[in-house]
């Protein structure tokens, strides 16, 4: 397997290892455009770049977003009770 930043493409069976989910999964999520990939002969190749976002390494407008709402709402509405747990 080849970490991210060793080459600039990955075949679908190396995106698959590094997101610990099958080859099947990785191809439908290409082909329903979660998972930007361009078509190279017969096979599929994913940009490093495109997996900076999957792998955690990079948080999108949109994730960071949906994050925000989360830890808002989560102090909104457990906030007495993690405040005594920070002090346990």
Request: zero cysteines; a positive charge; glycine letters at 8%.
């Amino acid at each position: 397997m080849t970490l991210p930043g060793r080459e600039p493409y990955f075949t679908l069976p190396q995106v698959a290892s590094l997101l610990g989910i099958s080859r099947i999964a990785v191809y439908r999520k290409v082909k329903s455009g979660q998972i930007p990939a361009r078509r190279i002969g017969r096979n599929f190749a994913v940009a490093r770049a495109a997996l900076a976002p999957l792998l955690g390494t990079e948080l999108t407008a949109p994730a960071r977003r949906r994050l925000d709402r989360a830890v808002r709402k989560t102090v909104r509405e457990y906030g007495e009770v993690l405040l005594k747990l920070g002090r346990d």
